[in-house]
């Protein structure tokens, strides 16, 4: 984080008048099924309470959600359960929905969406139904300040199906979310926190990304990686549940550098643009153009005139979905809509194709509704 925003961010929560409200940051989890997003989150919620490993050993609280524990003499004991997670299946994403979670920090919270994870063993209809339900809870978000893809430091790829379906939940997102992406590697202990094999591909994931859609939006940077490892969270439940554990000391460091990782991802989320509702809404609109205008043959190579040309720059603008590539490359040069055009757009347009005009009207709309 550079100083200009360290700066901004200290003085947003140390110098925050007490007659305001407390400043809520929205985070997106998303992750493949077995990664620990759910442990993670307990891990987090744990640390926010206790600074160090010690001061968690003697401090039981309510965990935010049940945590499924890798056996032999691992912890199988769950603090609580709800109809919404199953940890007693493995291979199925223990979140069966997003869930939404809270976690105070004094001078702000955090919301944590923790999403189901993909790469279900129940096959790929599930993993579509996933992906639809976090697109329609994201829907219902007021705003999102950052998109945290939780992934295994020590894995080299990134799996058939959850790289199809990270490309489908980034084609969900506005193009300005982007820039919001950050990347939290678990199991980093024996990498002693160092980069593993998975940066790697996902900086080959991100650049052949930015290259298919002519963009640069997507980067993987030292600002949005962050290491932890689980397995001191584990540990303190392995010792809560009476169980033994060797090498206490390695709980103590595991802990202590997984924290400082998390702290600096919190300090960069408060930070960061959020990306708001409305946002959501007008890519989703400008989505559906994409796929009309691929229906009404706009992108088969025929000449094009430039209202049809400035449409496609405004859908490559807000969306980043297979239209939204076409519509980069037919373009010619031509600059999207500007917020105050789409009125006298949506009038024109309707004259000529009513499917298409109707959408324009409904975007004029959302870019002039405050």
């Known amino acids: 984080m550079k100083l200009k925003e360290w700066i901004r961010w200290f003085r947003s929560l140390f110098f925050r008048n007490n007659s305001e409200p407390c400043p809520v940051f929205t985070v997106l989890v998303i992750g493949a099924s077995g990664v620990g997003k759910s442990t993670l989150l307990n891990f987090i919620h744990y640390m926010q309470h206790c600074s160090t490993f010690n001061a968690a050993v003697k401090t039981k609280i309510d965990l935010l959600l049940p945590v499924e524990v890798d056996a032999n003499d691992k912890v199988t004991y769950m603090e609580k359960y709800t109809n919404n997670e199953n940890v007693n299946t493995v291979g199925r994403s223990c979140t069966q929905k997003p869930m939404d979670h809270i976690v105070d920090y004094g001078r702000f919270k955090i919301h944590y969406?923790?999403?189901?994870?993909?790469?279900?063993?129940?096959?790929?209809?599930?993993?579509?139904?996933?992906?639809?339900?976090?697109?329609?809870?994201?829907?219902?978000?007021?705003?999102?300040?950052?998109?945290?893809?939780?992934?295994?430091?020590?894995?080299?790829?990134?799996?058939?199906?959850?790289?199809?379906?990270?490309?489908?939940?980034?084609?969900?997102?506005?193009?300005?979310?982007?820039?919001?992406?950050?990347?939290?590697?678990?199991?980093?202990?024996?990498?002693?926190?160092?980069?593993?094999?998975m940066s790697h591909t996902l900086k080959e994931f991100a650049s052949n990304f930015n290259e298919c859609h002519a963009i640069d939006d997507l980067q993987i940077t030292v600002d949005n990686q962050y290491f932890v490892d689980n397995v001191a969270f584990k540990n303190l439940l392995t010792l809560q549940n009476g169980g033994q554990i060797t090498n206490l000391d390695k709980s103590e460091t595991v802990w202590d550098i997984s924290k400082k990782n998390i702290d600096r991802f919190l300090r960069h989320a408060c930070n960061i643009d959020p990306v708001f509702q409305k946002d959501f809404k007008i890519a989703t609109v400008m989505q559906k153009l994409g796929k009309v205008m691929r229906n009404r043959g706009f992108f088969k190579g025929v000449e094009l005139d430039i209202e049809k040309r400035r449409l496609m720059a405004s859908v490559s603008d807000w969306a980043v979905t297979g239209e939204a590539i076409l519509c980069q490359r037919l373009k010619d040069g031509a600059n999207g809509l500007e917020n105050d055009e789409w009125e006298q757009a949506a009038a024109e347009w309707k004259a000529k194709d009513g499917e298409i005009g109707k959408l324009v009207e409904e975007i004029a709309f959302l870019m002039t509704d405050n």
């Open 113 to 197: 969406v923790d999403t189901p994870g993909t790469n279900d063993t129940r096959g790929i209809d599930q993993d579509k139904l996933n992906v639809n339900l976090i697109v329609d809870h994201l829907a219902e978000l007021p705003e999102v300040h950052a998109v945290l893809f939780v992934v295994k430091n020590d894995e080299s790829k990134l799996g058939t199906t959850f790289e199809s379906n990270l490309q489908l939940l980034l084609q969900m997102l506005p193009r300005k979310a982007l820039k919001n992406c950050c990347f939290v590697y678990t199991f980093s202990a024996p990498m002693d926190f160092k980069h593993g094999r």
